[in-house]
Nanobody, 121 residues
């Protein structure tokens, strides 16, 4: 079993940056591919980025490509999401998830509780 805890959310001005962290616990947590998703009020949860177990392979949604960077430190059992050039449309609750390389949330086995990102103009 894997437990995930996100942190790093907050309020930032448009154009600013935030770095989200997802700390994993569990004996095999570093064996999972990981993903970040987000959900805005009244909208479905959407894929943001994912990273392979080794960290070599990454993939991004078109809406964040070039602005967000996903990375991981397996020794620390932590996955990061560096978010630059934030836009009003990036406002959402951000979730990390483990267990798949898919863009589909239903393919992931484990989820964190989420961290709120707010962007002001």
């Amino acid at each position: 079993h894997v437990q995930l805890v996100e942190s790093g959310g907050g309020l930032v001005q448009a154009g600013g940056s935030l770095r989200l962290s997802c700390a994993a616990s569990g004996r095999t947590s570093s064996s999972y591919a990981m993903g970040w998703f987000r959900q805005a009020p009244g909208k479905e949860r959407e894929f943001v980025a994912r990273i392979s177990r080794s960290g070599i392979s990454t993939y991004y949604a078109d809406s964040v490509q070039g602005r967000f960077t996903i990375s991981r430190d397996n020794a620390k059992k932590t996955v990061y999401l560096q978010m630059n050039s934030l836009k009003l449309g990036d406002k959402a609750v951000y979730y990390c998830a483990a267990g798949s390389r898919s863009r589909n949330p239903s393919d992931y086995d484990y989820w964190g509780q989420g961290t709120q990102v707010a962007v002001s103009s």
